[in-house]
């Protein structure tokens, strides 16, 4: 059985010296390395830390490089398009004698196509979209109609908040669409048209809903 153990250091002699020194050199190597993890700051876990998306922001602003060019037979006219949960005017161009609305009919047809095409990706870089249907129309008014009534091909109270405030606000900003201070619509149903005020209110929180003017335009 010759060589089956191990001879144990005794107290106080020199062997036992020599391991006692080797314990405690471990014991500060981990000590130190525990101190400099402490002094850059990292902080010991078991369980991975999500640090979570870095944030991002969103201009709702073009550049200049990024406004649409016009043509020589077109005008720049304000569209309310969604940014940031809020509505945000960018200029687009329709046909001269549109803004001034020198035909309301022409020019509220105009002012659609514009606010219901979707934005083009210099737009769709700073933030914005729309809300508005992309098959959205306007339709022939009838008779009895109170005056200015400008008929949709979808009930406005069908259409999501957004979309109706991007639309009211839209053609508030053309005078030839505005009646006493609002924008009067109607759908293709046998409801009354309505007129709706486009309110600072309603930019900042379109989703709370456009303001009506009255319930009922006579």
């Given at each position: 059985m010759?060589?089956?153990?191990?001879?144990?250091?005794?107290?106080?002699?020199?062997?036992?010296a020599?391991?006692?020194?080797?314990v405690?050199?471990?014991?500060?190597?981990?000590?130190?390395?525990a101190?400099?993890?402490?002094?850059?700051?990292?902080?010991?876990?078991?369980?991975?830390?999500?640090?979570?998306?870095?944030?991002?922001?969103?201009?709702?602003?073009?550049?200049?490089?990024?406004?649409?060019?016009?043509s020589?037979?077109?005008?720049?006219a304000p569209?309310?398009?969604?940014?940031?949960?809020?509505?945000?005017?960018?200029?687009?161009?329709?046909?001269?004698?549109?803004?001034?609305?020198?035909?309301?009919?022409?020019?509220?047809?105009?002012?659609?196509?514009?606010?219901?095409?979707?934005p083009?990706?210099?737009?769709?870089?700073?933030?914005?979209?729309?809300?508005?249907?992309?098959?959205l129309?306007?339709?022939?008014?009838?008779a009895g109609?109170?005056?200015?009534?400008?008929?949709?091909?979808?009930?406005?109270?069908?259409?999501?908040?957004?979309?109706?405030?991007?639309?009211v606000?839209t053609?508030a900003?053309?005078?030839?669409?505005?009646?006493?201070?609002?924008?009067?619509l109607?759908?293709?149903?046998?409801?009354?048209?309505?007129?709706?005020?486009?309110?600072?209110?309603?930019?900042?929180?379109?989703?709370?809903?456009?303001?009506?003017d009255?319930?009922?335009?006579d």
């Amino acid at each position: 059985m010759s060589g089956a153990f191990r001879p144990v250091p005794v107290p106080g002699s020199t062997a036992w010296a020599s391991r006692l020194r080797g314990v405690v050199a471990a014991a500060g190597a981990v000590l130190a390395v525990a101190v400099l993890a402490s002094g850059c700051g990292i902080r010991t876990t078991s369980v991975p830390v999500d640090a979570g998306a870095a944030p991002s922001r969103v201009p709702c602003k073009l550049s200049s490089a990024d406004v649409t060019t016009r043509s020589p037979d077109s005008v720049a006219a304000p569209v309310y398009l969604v940014c940031a949960s809020q509505l945000v005017s960018v200029d687009r161009p329709v046909p001269s004698g549109t803004a001034g609305g020198a035909d309301r009919l022409v020019a509220a047809r105009a002012l659609l196509d514009q606010v219901r095409q979707a934005p083009p990706e210099s737009e769709r870089r700073a933030g914005f979209s729309t809300a508005v249907p992309a098959g959205l129309r306007l339709e022939p008014t009838r008779a009895g109609d109170p005056a200015g009534t400008l008929r949709l091909s979808s009930q406005p109270e069908d259409l999501s908040e957004e979309a109706l405030a991007q639309l009211v606000c839209t053609y508030a900003e053309n005078e030839a669409l505005v009646t006493q201070g609002s924008v009067v619509l109607g759908g293709p149903g046998d409801y009354r048209p309505r007129g709706y005020l486009c309110t600072s209110q309603t930019k900042a929180r379109p989703q709370d809903g456009t303001v009506p003017d009255v319930l009922v335009r006579d």
